[in-house]
């Protein structure tokens, strides 16, 4: 268990509609990363916050959005979904001054 | 851009033989270099990792080569057993950012 928790873990919607995702870091960690893994692709980076702001982007969709609040959880929000977006999405955090990222057990997104 | 080349995208041994992964990255600012594991249906988790300071590294039956030169890196597993079988993922983090760029995975099967 690395101590990142993400919920929910299944999810199972329709063309068009919109989700939230949540993702809570491990204790004292101040990012947040967000991650999109295909069925047998990679990782691919889609954004990053750091205590509540955003840091980096990566290749996320505008229909795609991200925030970080006070207690330092992250959502994302994903809309107007498309059969191309199921997927699972990985949220990992970490600590300042150091580079290890420990990944949450990603929640699994299916768009019937 | 940035990028992270990885080879092969599948790889089979015997257990007991080694197995080599190789990555190249594209932004020679890059100055860390982790490498993941992901088991079937799990989160991906840091296995070794190098900085750009270092040349080599080694935990246990696995370590990890950069040339900056050349600007690729590999992991190697030797002794290889069944519990090794999982999906490897290179990346690069590119300086002044925390933001990873994975590979895009290898497929490694130990077969007994």
């Known amino acids: 268990d690395s101590g990142v928790t993400q919920t929910p873990k299944h999810l199972i919607t329709a063309t068009g509609q919109r989700v939230t995702l949540r993702c809570s870091p491990r204790?004292?960690?101040?990012?947040v990363y967000w991650y999109q893994q295909s069925l047998d692709q990679g990782l691919q980076f889609l954004i990053q916050y750091y205590n509540g702001e955003e840091r980096a982007k990566g290749n996320i969709l505008e229909r795609f959005s991200a925030q970080q609040f006070p207690d330092l959880h992250s959502e994302l929000n994903l809309s107007s979904l498309e059969l191309g977006d199921s997927a699972l999405y990985f949220c990992?955090?970490?600590?300042?001054?150091?580079?290890?990222?420990?990944f949450g057990p990603g929640t699994r997104l299916t768009v019937l | 851009g940035e990028n992270v080349e990885q080879h092969p995208s599948t790889l089979s041994v015997q257990e007991g033989d080694s197995a080599v992964i190789k990555c190249t990255y594209s932004?020679?600012?890059?100055?860390?270099f982790p490498w993941y594991k992901q088991e079937l249906g799990k989160r991906p988790q840091l296995i070794i990792d190098i900085r750009s300071n270092v040349g080599e590294k080694k935990d246990q039956r696995i370590a990890v080569t950069l040339n900056k030169t050349a600007k690729h890196f590999s992991l190697h597993i030797t002794e290889t057993q069944p519990e090794d079988s999982a999906v490897y993922f290179c990346a690069a983090s590119i300086l002044g950012t925390y933001k990873y760029i994975f590979g895009t995975g290898t497929r490694l099967k130990v077969l007994a």
């Open positions: 204790s004292g960690d101040l990012s």
């Open positions: 990992a955090s970490s600590v300042e001054g150091l580079r290890e990222q420990f």
């Open positions: 932004d020679s600012a890059s100055n860390y």
